[in-house]
């Protein structure tokens, strides 16, 4: 059975630096692509990086590139997010996902599975 775990929230002042953990289980890691999305209060989820099964490709949503960084350790079963600079506006339980292919994918329905999310919240 596949399971993504994520790890790493909590409550961040403004400007600070967070670093988020999602380890798979129950599958050859490095077969899946993996993702990040957060779902802010009251709003849609949304994707914001995924990155290739080798890690040599990334993706990320135009907004967040130079702050957040997507990285992954095939050896270890895990996808990091990195985010640096935060605002409030990042108050988001955010999710990493996972899917058994090779192209990168950055909507929702293009991922397999999910993790329960982690929390993070910046105060101003």
């Known amino acids: 059975q596949v399971q993504l775990v994520e790890s790493g929230g909590g409550l961040v002042q403004a400007g600070g630096s967070l670093r988020l953990s999602c380890a798979m289980s129950?599958?050859?890691?490095?077969?899946?692509?993996t993702g990040w999305f957060r779902q802010a209060p009251g709003k849609e989820r949304e994707f914001v990086a995924a990155i290739s099964r080798s890690g040599d490709f990334t993706h990320y949503q135009d907004s967040e590139k130079g702050r957040f960084t997507i990285s992954r350790d095939n050896a270890k079963n895990t996808v990091h997010w990195e985010m640096s600079s935060l605002k409030p506006e990042d108050t988001a339980v955010y999710y990493c996902a996972a899917d058994h292919t090779v192209a990168i994918e950055t909507t929702a329905q293009g991922y397999d599975y999910w993790g329960q999310g982690t929390r993070v919240t910046v105060a101003s």
């Open positions: 129950g599958c050859t890691f490095s077969w899946y692509i």
